[in-house]
């Protein structure tokens, strides 16, 4: 059985995007290096440091399911029906579009975390399951559900914004010693939650 992974790119303040849904510098390193990379869409190029890509080549091939929320999924029109990494994207929606111009898109729309990241799991069966960051990755530690965090951090402080825990009301998580892996404007650290 793979690994559920909360992950998103953050602000050294713990922030994926500021007030206005923009990510501002946030995704800069994705396109500041010499070693080209992909996710599933082979439209989509990814410029990264060595150290970066190598990262990346390390943990995206694993991934085979994504949960997403539907802001996430509104604002990138769901990749135009791509998913950005993995085969199969399920989000979180009490409200799934109506008009949406890829029907057959790998995309399901689910109401709610726990049965999301159920259904994601049972799709990755061996592989991963991605959760992005925000009020689905708080709903998902707070269910016991995360088995590892993949922290991305940008040497930038937003102030405010939209955290990575979104609005987590829990328990204390303690988590593994992480791996550490310093990009070039990027440091990400991969965490195991502790059992």
């Not at 530690?141 to 914004?161: K, Q, S």
């Amino acid at each position: 059985m793979g690994s559920v992974i909360a992950t998103a790119v953050v602000s050294l303040d713990g922030f994926v995007a500021d007030t206005e849904d923009a990510v501002g510098p946030l995704f800069d390193w994705y396109n500041n290096g010499p070693v080209e990379v992909y996710g599933t869409d082979p439209g989509r190029p990814f410029h990264l440091s060595q150290a970066s890509a190598d990262y990346i080549n390390s943990t995206w091939p694993n991934v085979r399911s994504c949960v997403i929320g539907r802001r996430l999924f509104d604002i990138t029109n769901g990749w135009d029906g791509v998913p950005s990494v993995g085969d199969h994207v399920f989000v979180v929606t009490h409200q799934p579009p109506a008009e949406w111009p890829f029907p057959d898109a790998p995309f399901t729309f689910v109401n709610g975390i726990e049965e999301a990241i159920a259904r994601a799991k049972e799709h990755a069966g061996d592989h991963d399951v991605a959760v992005t960051g925000g009020n689905l990755t708080g709903q998902a530690l707070a269910a016991g559900l995360v088995d590892e965090i993949a922290y991305n951090v940008v040497p930038v402080v937003f102030g405010t914004g939209i955290k990575f825990f979104g609005d987590y009301v829990g328990p204390q998580i303690l988590l593994d010693n992480p791996r550490v892996v310093q990009g070039d404007r990027v440091t990400h650290l991969h965490y195991r939650v502790a059992r």
